[in-house]
């Protein structure tokens, strides 16, 4: 989505259909410009102003009224980027798979991170409905697009952002649970889950390394050129549902992944 795109979408003289435009845009292309949510929220206020309700508006674009209540909020500032000579480098180790005890901790990340003598840090960045892409909406079986719970959060080592980690959940499943509330689940996620009465069965994880997006390489604050490694975790419960799928994007210049065999039986 280049700003052509987004100019041909602005002139479009009806607010539902920019708005609706714009929203499709944005699905299709993961790094969501400020100047694609500023037209967004424009149209939407527009239609508030012509008289329009929330629910009229959310009906017309086939989301619901908290999802559009969402889309009217503009943008948490951030601090501009540093210049790269003024970043210092940071390298984190990223083990797969993860140790059953790591993984059910308070943190993966924060536990990893402080045996490797690394300073911790993490911030929530959005807790809320959006469009299911198309391997999340795999990993979870709905269909692309269909509303999950997404809960997105970057981490720093030593105050360098290292990762982004979205967990992904089925509306159907978690909708109204604390899962689905703002802010980090305490004691821990895992432990919320369990407490909904899942027991833990099989995960698969992918890993792929690719060009960052605009919304990534913003967000770690990439260099041009840089790349991501992603790591697509999709677990199940015992009985097969599709519980919790976790997309973590790491920076690939600061990271070392070490591979190992469950239970520890690393072979040459």
């Known amino acids: 989505m280049d700003l052509r795109t987004i100019r041909d979408i602005s002139a479009i003289a009806d607010p539902i259909e920019r708005a609706r435009a714009i929203t499709r845009a944005m699905t299709e292309q993961q790094g969501i410009t400020e100047e694609a949510a500023r037209i967004r929220r424009s149209a939407i206020a527009e239609a508030r102003e012509a008289g329009q309700t929330l629910e009229e508006i959310a009906k017309a674009l086939g989301v619901t009224p908290g999802r559009v209540s969402q889309m009217r909020k503009g943008p948490v500032a951030k601090a501009p980027t540093p210049p790269a000579s003024q970043r210092p480098p940071v390298i984190v180790q990223r083990a797969l798979p993860t140790d059953p005890a790591t993984r059910g901790s308070v943190s993966l990340f924060l536990v990893e991170a402080e045996r490797q003598g690394i300073t911790p840090g993490r911030k929530m960045l959005y807790v809320g409905l959006e469009p299911a892409a198309e391997h999340i909406a795999a990993c979870l079986r709905v269909q692309p697009d269909e509303e999950v719970i997404a809960r ?3 981490m720093t080592a030593n105050d ?7 967990s992904f959940f089925r509306n159907d499943l978690f909708g109204g649970t604390r899962i689905a509330e703002p802010d980090f ?6 432990s919320a889950i369990q407490a909904l009465g899942y027991t833990f069965g099989h995960a698969e994880e992918t890993l792929t390394a690719r060009p960052a997006t605009r919304f990534e390489a913003d967000t770690l604050q990439l260099d041009p050129g840089e ?4 790591v697509l975790r999709a ?6 549902t599709p519980i919790h799928t976790l997309e973590t994007i790491c920076s690939a210049n600061r990271h070392i992944f070490t ?3 469950v239970g ?3 072979e040459f």
Request: glycine fraction near 10%.
């Open 259 to 261: 591979i190992g065999q």
């Open 160 to 166: 360098v952002p290292v990762r982004i980690a979205t």
């Open 152 to 154: 997105r959060k970057m």
């Open 264 to 266: 520890g039986l690393d």
């Open 185 to 190: 689940v305490k004691p821990s996620l895992q």
């Open 227 to 230: 790349w991501v490694v992603q």
């Open 235 to 240: 677990s199940y419960s015992s009985e097969g």
